[in-house]
């Protein structure tokens, strides 16, 4: 696929992937950030947001019949990640640190079979390889280690 063509297929993703790969590149040379914390959870526009992937990567549109999704919700000091990969219930822990860091631990599936949703599978994986986020108004992208970008979400509600 063309450059442009991708461009007017991902939006405003191509823009944030962008960014997000500058960012990765500045990142190898900076400390790692503080994720140990979860210090200001309620002020964060993560929390309380049900967040529906919308890409894969940067090019590959979810196609499930069922959304894709996850939320982020205060449980004491812990914020608690509850969700669905269009199949399978998904629950985990995250940690949100400084210059945008994410941590999500613990993220168990229920795992059942899932017939003709071939990238539900995919979405678990992409939750725990999360490294650093970019939000922008009612879009979200999760980053890896790399910088490369895991996923594209939108907030529902």
């Not at 950030?33 to 549109?61: H, K, Q, Y």
């Not at 990238?119 to 970019?134: F, G």
């Not at 999760?142 to 979400?153: E, K």
Request: hydrophobic content about 40%; proline content about 4%; aromatic content about 6%.
């Amino acid at each position: 696929m063309k450059l442009l063509e991708i461009r007017r297929v991902i939006g405003p993703y191509w823009l944030v992937a962008g960014m997000m790969l500058l960012m990765g590149g500045c990142a190898t040379s900076a400390p790692t950030p503080d994720v140990s914390s979860n210090a200001n959870i309620a002020e964060s526009p993560l929390v309380g947001a049900r967040w529906e992937l919308v890409l894969l990567g940067t090019d590959v549109w979810w196609q499930g019949e069922r959304k894709a999704y996850f939320s982020l919700l205060p449980k004491g000091k812990i914020l608690q990640l509850v969700g669905s990969d269009g199949c399978n219930t998904l629950r985990g822990e995250a940690t949100l640190g400084d210059g945008r860091r994410i941590a999500i631990s613990d993220l168990a599936t229920t795992r059942m079979a899932c017939p003709g949703l071939p990238q539900s599978s995919q979405v678990a994986d992409m939750l725990s390889q999360a490294y650093r986020y970019l939000l922008d108004h009612d879009r979200l992208v999760l980053m890896g280690r790399d910088g490369h970008v895991l996923g594209g979400f939108k907030r529902q509600g």
